[in-house]
Structures are given as C-alpha cells and as structure tokens.
C-alpha cells in the first residue's frame, strides 16, 4: 500500500478507507487526483493488500470464474460471458437523456420494477460541488434521474461502502461503476461476508481510463469558463444528426452557459490520455470480467451513425440476459444480436492501450527500474508486445502523466496557454510517430473546417 501510495498507482477507490476507516482517509490531491491518504497515528491497518485493487492477489480471472458456469462463450480479452448486443431504450426522451441507448438506467428501473433490489449505488453530482461527483444509493426509479450519463471524474465509494458495512438493515443492492470500482467492491466482499451479501448485482460501464478533475477544468476553460468559474458540466448532450461519437459537452457558470461538441474542443482523442491516473495505464479489464453485465457505446459504423445513441451490451449471468430480452419482447428496449467481433470492433482502441500497450509500459518500469503494480501473470500471458508501436505507447504515457503538472501551473499563472504551449511539443511529436498519412489528412480537412 505503501508504494501503491507514493509511486502514484492508488485509483481513488476508497475500499481502504472503507476497510479500515481509522488509517486511510480518501482526499483530492492539488492535481485533482482523488487518493488515500495515511492518517499519520494508524494503527490496526488491517490486510489491505486483499482489498486494494491495484495490487490484490486476486485479479479479476478470479472473479470471472464465477460466471463460467453461467456462461456460453469464452474469450481471452473478454472472458466468460453469455451475449453480446447492440440496443437502446424505446423511449425517445429517455434514450436522448441517456449515455449511450440508456441500457444501463432501463436495467436498473426493471431491478427496481420487480422488487429486486433496495437500492442502486450510483454516481451523480456532488451537491456540495456541481463539478464533482459522488456515489449515492438511488431508493427508487426516480432518484435515476440525475446519475443518467457518463461522468468522466474519479469517483470514490468509500462513504457509502463504510455506511453500508455500518448498517444493520437488510438490504439487497445493484451496485454500478467502471470495471476496478466493481472488482473493488467485490475484493470488499471477500472480505465482508455480511457486505457481499447484500450487493446482489453489479453492473459495469466501459471504461478507457478515468479522468482527474483537471479534465473537467480543461473542457470548461477552453469555452472560456475558467477553473474557479466553473459551477457545473454535462459531459454528454446529443444533438440531431452527425455521429453519436459527436456528442456536446455543457458548462456552467453564474454568469454563463457554453456549449461545444467535443471535436471542436482541443485534444479531446482519449489515445493521448490527458488527466489520467497513473494506474489505469496499468489495469487490462476492458470488459469488466468481475461484473454481471456491462455496458458501452456502440461507436461502430452500423450504429454510430445514429445520434441517439446504441450501447454495447456483455451478459454474464442469465438473469441479467433474461431481464433484457424480456424488455424487449415487451417492445420497450430494442436489441440486437452480436459477438464477440462486435466488442473487438467497437473496443479496438481500449483493447490494443490496455493489453498490448501495459506489455510495452511494463517492460519499460522493469528496465527503469521503477515499481508498478504486480500484474498477474496468467493474464498478462494472453498479451504480446508490439515493438513498432512500442515508443508510441511509452509517449502517451509520459503525454498523460506530464499533463498533471503543467495544468497545475497553468492554473496558478490563470494562462491556459501555458498548458498548450508546454505540452504541445510531445503531442506533436506524438502524432507524427502515431498518425498514418489518411488521418493526417482527414485531421488537415478537420481542422480548415473549424476555422471556417
Ligand atoms: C470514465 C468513463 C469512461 C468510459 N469509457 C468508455 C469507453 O472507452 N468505451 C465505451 O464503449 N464506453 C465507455 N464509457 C461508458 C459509456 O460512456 C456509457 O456510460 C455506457 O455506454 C452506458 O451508457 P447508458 O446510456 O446505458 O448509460 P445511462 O443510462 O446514461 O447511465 C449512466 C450510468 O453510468 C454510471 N456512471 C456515470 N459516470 C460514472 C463514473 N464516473 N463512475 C461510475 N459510474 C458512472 C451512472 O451511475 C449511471 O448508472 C465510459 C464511461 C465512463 C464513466
């Protein structure tokens, strides 16, 4: 935990807060990186290396295990699972208010519909500050409204894991997050019977890496709402026509509303990685193997080309498949049988940055001599390096990790140019190494017609 802490890896999941109140406490650090904190007088610090899941001993092969009986297929990359489909809710208003199709929220209402659970834990905006996030449990339908939609900020569930490890009520809950907050919360599990047994569900979102706070700064500074400015953001409106990769991002504050689609915002391309934490270069679990079902978006021609929005949908357990298909036989989600090619097509990306990349990252901590997570090694032999693409991924590595820092001072002399100036070497060098000649054109085209 000690090195997980002060090399930079801890994710901000808050389960050693949770397992351990009186030693970890969980803050936003001045990158706007939400870690854990030593409480400097700790004592009963209690086998966290078990609950921690940057460096558990059981990965996620672990609890994927689970889902092998349950399971019709098997895949390296994707592990056990049942179905794999493309769909979206019926219901216009509710689909355009949504992510992607709104499976997610559509899942949790049917949860909630046939007496299932007690509560969803899902993530919203922080009361005490719009901009942030917070875990809550949704107690009914209607509390879904506001944790509609990606929010592309950590977020930690150390308060409510902590309530519900207090809590005597009997309790059954879904619980929804991005693939390590899940494995989080079942490492929680193990450790807790009485908890595990009241978290019947989990549901996952896709996830290519989290975001510090400075991402939702940096999108609201380029529409001229500066960091102190800034009251609140909507990260994903949908507007008519175009892709549905083109969706709008929304800020606000006192004094104004700006609104901008994201390919007319300044290296928004998720490959460079701005903001990320450290450890998502290191976490390999694209599909969220440790949940009972995941959801994405459908980013591929067949369905992209639609505004509204489509999720990609994996099913582990038969319940969560027999929740979906009952929905649509009852006319109110559409679906579409797919397979694991669909997940390769629509994930290519996040596949080829977490497997093929974390071999590239990896050799190069060992040769530095630096300390990285201990990855598990049945899980890394699935993956092979790719030398040509090697220095690529070390680039954006150091793109992502850099931009911490020079946003900070950014900040401090209130100059977003200073950011752009300062980083704009290594992004440019970047994508001369990465970018093929069609996308430099494509790219050129772009850009004459932003200007215009
Ligand atoms: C940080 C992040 C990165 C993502 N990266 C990818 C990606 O690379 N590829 C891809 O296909 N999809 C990605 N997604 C998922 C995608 O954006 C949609 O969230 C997903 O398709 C569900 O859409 P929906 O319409 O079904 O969700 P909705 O019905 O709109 O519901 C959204 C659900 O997501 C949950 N949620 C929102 N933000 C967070 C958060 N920060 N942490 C935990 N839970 C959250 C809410 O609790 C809510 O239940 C990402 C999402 C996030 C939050």
Redesign the pocket.
């Known amino acids: 935990m000690n090195e997980v802490i002060s090399e930079g890896f801890c994710i901000g999941c808050g389960n050693c807060e949770a397992h351990s109140p009186t030693c970890f406490s969980l803050e936003e650090n001045k990158l706007g990186l939400i870690e854990a904190k030593l409480i400097d007088d700790a004592t009963d610090i209690l086998d966290l290396d078990k609950v921690c899941p940057v460096i558990s001993e059981k990965s996620e092969d672990f609890f994927n295990q689970a889902y092998q009986s349950e399971s019709l297929a098997y895949k390296k990359e994707i592990g056990f699972y049942r179905n794999v489909y493309a769909g ?1 809710v019926n219901d216009e208003a509710t ?1 355009l ?10 899942l ?1 209402e049917e949860l909630f519909e046939r007496g299932l659970i007690t509560g ?1 834990i ?3 905006a922080s009361p005490e500050s719009k901009s942030r ?1 917070e ?1 809550f449990i949704a107690r009914s339908a209607k509390d ?1 409204k506001q ?9 930690s569930h150390s308060d409510i894991a902590k309530h519900i490890l207090k809590s005597s009520d009997q309790e059954s809950l879904a619980f ?3 693939p390590c ?1 899940v494995k989080a919360i079942k490492l929680l599990g193990e450790e807790h019977p009485e908890f595990k047994n009241k978290i019947k569900y989990t ?1 996952s ?7 510090s706070h400075s991402f939702t700064e940096f999108v609201a500074w380029q529409m001229d709402i500066s960091p102190p400015q800034l009251d609140s953001i909507d990260y ?1 409106i949908k507007k008519t026509g175009g892709d549905a990769s083109r969706y709008y991002y929304k800020a606000t504050s006192e004094e104004a509303v700006a609104e901008r689609r994201v390919d007319n915002l300044k290296w928004m391309d ?1 490959g460079l990685g701005l903001f990320k934490p450290k450890a998502c270069d290191f976490c390999d679990d694209v599909t969220g193997e440790t949940a009972d079902v995941i ?5 591929s021609r067949k369905y992209s080309q639609d505004y509204r ?1 489509t ?2 949908v994996i099913t582990r357990t038969k319940e969560m498949d027999e929740i979906l298909t009952s929905s649509h036989k009852r006319g109110l989600v559409n679906l579409f049988n797919e397979d694991a090619s669909f997940v390769f097509a ?2 290519g ?2 596949f080829r940055h977490r497997h093929e990349g974390l071999i590239s990252r990896k050799v190069f901590y060992e040769k530095e001599g630096l300390w990285f997570p201990p990855k598990n090694q049945t899980r890394m032999a699935r993956y092979s390096q790719n030398s040509s693409r090697n220095s690529y991924y070390l680039d954006r590595h150091k793109i992502s990790q850099d931009s911490h820092e020079i946003f900070l001072k950014a900040k401090e002399l209130n100059d977003l140019e200073h950011f752009w100036k300062t980083l704009t070497p290594q992004v440019s060098s970047y994508y001369k190494k990465s970018v093929g000649f069609s996308q430099k054109l494509k790219r050129l085209i772009k850009n004459i017609l932003r200007r215009a």
């Open positions: 979206f689909r208010e949504s992510s992607s199709g709104g499976l997610t929220t559509h949790i969803a899902v993530v919203g996030t875990y879904l944790t509609k939609k990606s929010k592309y900020h950590m977020t929804v997050g991005i907050s549901i979102v896709f996830c290519g890496h989290q975001k994903r998720w959801f994405g978006d459908a980013w929005g999720n990609l629509t994930q990306g996040n």
